[in-house]
């Protein structure tokens, strides 16, 4: 396993995971763009070998922290490579002063909810029919 940052010029990558774990609601490419242009996202990629088969994007600014998408390819899962995503994003929010890390998840994600509980993560609350008016949001948060 390597986990290495997400840059620009792994766009096409980063776009090809996207489709391949979320499909239908996968973020477009133009907009994947937009958030790796921003000087508060940072991400990185999980190589298996050579191959790219998951990615974290985040965003912070001063001390407050967001994990934004995580992926891993259905093929590569329960590997550990999610938690290295994690743990590699969150030791770079730490060095760069982040201290509280929140995010949103489905609420029947439990995938999701049993990588962010054993990253010692709390559920803090939630938002009704957030997702497409109907699904609720967990909303979890990370003490670093
Ligand atoms: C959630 C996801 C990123 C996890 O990726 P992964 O690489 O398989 O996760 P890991 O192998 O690092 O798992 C670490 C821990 O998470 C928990 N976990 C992972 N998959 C789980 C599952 N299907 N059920 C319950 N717990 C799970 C376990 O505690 C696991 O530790 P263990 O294997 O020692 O028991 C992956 O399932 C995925 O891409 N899902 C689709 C996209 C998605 O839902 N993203 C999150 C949006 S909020």
Same mark, same amino acid.
């Given at each position: =396993?390597?986990?290495? !940052?997400?840059?620009?010029? #792994? ?6 995971? /996207? ?10 490419? /133009?907009?994947?763009?937009? =958030?790796?242009?921003? !000087? ?11 191959? !790219? ?5 985040? &965003?912070?600014? /001063? ?13 590569? %899962? %329960?590997?550990?490579?999610?938690? &290295? ?7 770079? =929010?730490?060095? #760069? ?29 939630? %938002? %009704? ?5 109907? /699904? #609720? ?8």
């Amino acid at each position: =396993m390597d986990i290495k !940052p997400a840059l620009i010029e #792994d766009l096409i990558t980063l776009n090809n995971l /996207e489709q391949a774990v979320f499909s239908a609601n996968a973020w477009h490419k /133009e907009d994947i763009a937009a =958030m790796l242009s921003l !000087p508060t996202v940072f991400g990185f990629i999980a190589y298996s070998g050579k191959v !790219p088969v998951g990615y974290v994007l985040g &965003q912070w600014v /001063e001390d407050v922290g967001e994990i934004l998408t995580i992926g891993v390819l259905k093929t590569h %899962r %329960r590997k550990g490579f999610a938690e &290295q995503l994690i743990k590699h994003l969150f030791s770079k =929010m730490k060095s #760069d002063g982040v201290y509280n890390v929140t995010l949103e998840v489905k609420a029947d994600n439990n995938a999701a909810k049993g990588i962010y509980t054993k990253l010692g993560g709390v559920k803090v609350g939630v %938002r %009704r029919k957030y997702y497409n008016n109907k /699904e #609720d949001a967990l909303i979890y948060q990370f003490n670093l």
